[in-house]
């Protein structure tokens, strides 16, 4: 079942889009003295902004923009607009400190709308019961993927993460509750596989799951097959933030991410000039809600490195399509000239098989004299674990993989499972930082 947004005709889509970003646009202006500040100096009114076209007359707004606000009018910035928040979340915090952003009960209502109609489409139904695996923090993930299901009659198990409930009482929740689908970041989806092996339980018979949907980090292709493989199970990737709370979805075809167009305009811009990029090329990710009351986001750069899809799914939705992350503008590493993302490099590291899940981009020097350290846990019961000679061969191979994936032959540490971050399970995260800098801290040796 689909909503009627769903397959509507193209310019019926682009007309509400229009209606709403005009009422989107006069609610900032009057509510909201961030944005009013920026179009004043813009030279913008918002009589000027009539059509999707004009939405580009507006300047777009960086993490670094609401980080000065927040700085110039604590604690909340003047970003958030007049309206009593019912809840607040916060960014993750990846990429500098978590920035609050008030919802509205009326924009949490509608997140979670956004959230069943993404679930619904994923096969998820009234009758299924869902163990999520997400915090129940700050970070919005855990609240919306509970409320999604709910919203569809669906019942939930909210375990939340290892940290809040260990993993091995998870897994007893699992086999003993019998949950039909799971959410979880891809990692921890097979981290438990593995914790479930250890308990002498087989994945793939003794558990009841027919989905799990994922998000949070990314998901290759060769992941998504070990998932599905590991539980026997269809495995959907799902996109989104804080600030694109619930903004897209992965059909049944699984050609990229729907965008929920009745609630974002999504833009990709060149990286260098800032203009518009044609369908299908790559550029960075730009968004303007539709629909909230409280910190609305108008043309804000995401950062993710995507492009956008205009042709028709197959599955007859008419909304358009995002490809998946290729990277971050923020953490592209320049290497003797060569542009690198971390998500190329983890693409080529899930290729081989003798690796785990766990590891990091050490960058040492700098611009002008960079070196990259891969280091990276292998899998527990490969030859690596007890064969110096087989140690060194997956190192070859490794650096291989990734020229031949990234461009740049980077140096490779070795590590046993669990020796990189002592610690810290996966399962208590929701997010991992990929790349370190140590321009003045000597590597570590695997």
């Not at 929740?173 to 596989?193: K, M, N």
């Not at 980077?410 to 590590?415: D, E, H, K, Y």
Request: charged share 30%.
């Amino acid at each position: 079942m689909t909503e009627p947004i769903e397959t509507a005709a193209r310019s019926k889509i682009i007309a509400l889009q229009e209606r709403l970003l005009r009422e989107q646009v006069e609610k900032a202006w009057r509510d909201v003295p961030f944005y009013r500040e920026r179009w004043e100096a813009a030279g913008v009114t918002p009589e000027e902004i009539r059509t999707l076209e004009d939405l580009r007359r507006l300047p777009v707004v960086t993490k670094a923009d609401f980080d000065e606000d927040l700085r110039a009018h604590p604690p909340f910035g003047s970003c958030q607009g007049k309206r009593t928040p019912a809840r607040i979340h916060a960014s993750s915090g990846t990429t500098g400190d978590p920035r609050p952003v008030h919802c509205t009960e009326r924009d949490c209502e509608q997140i979670a709308a956004l959230s069943a109609r993404r679930l619904r489409a994923q096969g998820i139904e009234a009758g299924d019961l869902v163990q999520v695996t997400l915090p129940y923090t700050l970070y919005i993930g855990g609240v919306i993927a509970l409320e999604g299901a709910m919203l569809l009659g669906a019942g939930v198990i909210p375990t939340g993460t290892g940290a809040m409930t260990p993993t091995r009482r998870q897994i007893q929740i699992a086999h003993d509750w019998r949950p039909t689908v799971l959410c979880a970041t891809p990692s921890y989806a097979l981290g438990l596989a593995g914790v479930a092996s250890d308990m002498g339980l087989n994945p793939e018979r003794d558990f009841n799951f027919r989905i799990i949907y994922v998000t949070a980090e990314v998901l290759t292709a060769e992941m998504r097959r070990e998932i599905e493989q590991t539980w026997n199970v269809t495995v959907f990737d799902n996109y989104g933030s804080v600030e694109a709370a619930a903004s897209t979805f992965e059909c049944p075809e699984q050609a990229g991410w729907h965008i929920s167009e009745d609630a974002y305009i999504f833009e990709v811009l060149d990286l260098e000039t800032g203009e518009p990029v044609e369908a299908g090329q790559d550029g960075v990710l730009v968004i303007t809600s539709l629909f909230r009351e409280a910190s609305p986001f108008l043309r804000y750069r995401v950062g993710d490195i995507v492009s956008i899809e205009e042709e028709p799914c197959a599955c007859g939705r008419t909304l358009r399509r995002m490809s998946g992350v290729k990277g971050r503008a923020d953490e592209m590493l320049k290497i003797r000239g060569i542009s690198v993302y971390p998500t190329t490099v983890e693409r080529a590291l899930w290729e081989i098989a003798e690796l785990g899940s766990e590891w990091q981009l050490v960058v040492d020097g700098l611009v002008s004299a960079r070196e990259v350290t891969v280091e990276v846990e292998y899998a527990a019961g490969t030859d690596a674990e007890t064969d110096e000679a087989a140690r060194a061969g997956l190192a070859e191979r490794v650096a291989d993989r990734v020229k031949a994936k990234a461009g740049i032959r980077p140096r490779v540490a070795l590590f046993a499972p669990g020796e990189l971050f002592p610690g810290q399970a996966v399962g208590s995260r929701v997010k991992r930082k990929r790349v370190v800098e140590r321009k003045d801290q000597g590597r570590r040796d695997g």
